[in-house]
T-cell receptor, first 119, second 110 residues
């Protein structure tokens, strides 16, 4: 049963520390999304990649956040330096866009999330 | 276990019509409900977020209502445009974290 995995599941850190979250998309999927979920803002798209290239990172604070895909099996989201307002659940999702044509029925598969607390 | 259902699964309307999308959930113990738009191959775009204590939210031509006791939410789109064509998802956040609905695929023809 293929699924998206994320590590760590929980992270507590102090303000100013670097945080790295990792995601392993479903094998064969070519699109990876990073989302942030908070009680007040709900789910927000931070960035997404297609074939490892960033397509849109407009939802991500550029000064402290960075997202990369070192290879097709790993996506990373890094926060440096972290701040208390970054406390949230960070979700990774993956999907497959075939033949370069995204179809309405294409589904995103979500990972379990990383719960980040910055003190 | 929370289950979220959206009706209809697909909807096709001519430009200019007002339309309503429905979302129902089985467990009323939610923190909030959120409506999203999904364009093919792109990430989810948040449209409206309704906290559990609220009854409705409005943004431009969109209005979302929430009746927590009956487990229902509606998304009203006024004066639909071809650019509104997309899949619309509702999601509820509760003890089981985020649970997505099945989606409504909307096509607005010129």
């Amino acid at each position: 049963d293929a699924r998206v995995t994320q590590t760590p599941r929980h992270k507590v850190t102090e303000m100013g520390q670097e945080v790295t979250m990792r995601c392993q998309p479903i094998l064969g999927h070519n699109t990876v999304f990073w989302y942030r979920q908070t009680m007040m803002q709900g789910l927000e798209l931070l960035a997404y990649f297609r074939n490892r290239a960033p397509l849109d990172d407009s939802g991500m604070p550029k000064d402290r956040f960075s997202a990369e895909m070192p290879d097709a099996t790993l996506a990373t989201l890094k926060i440096q330096p972290s701040e208390p307002r970054d406390s949230a659940v960070y979700f990774c999702a993956s999907g497959l866009v075939r033949d370069g044509l995204a179809r309405p029925e294409d589904t995103q598969y979500f990972g379990p999330g990383t719960r980040l607390t910055v003190l | 276990k929370q289950e979220v259902t959206q009706i209809p699964a697909a909807l096709s309307v001519p430009e200019g019509e007002n339309l309503v999308l429905n979302c129902s959930f089985t467990d009323s113990a939610i923190y909030n409900l959120q409506w999203f738009r999904q364009d093919p191959g792109k990430g989810l775009t948040s449209l409206l977020l309704i906290q559990s204590s609220q009854r409705e939210q409005t943004s431009g031509r969109l209005n979302a209502s929430l009746d927590k006791s009956s487990g229902r939410s509606t998304l009203y789109i006024a004066a639909s445009q071809p650019g509104d064509s997309a899949t619309y998802l509702c999601a509820v956040e509760g003890v089981q974290k985020l649970v997505f609905g099945t989606g409504t695929r909307l096509l607005v023809s010129p």
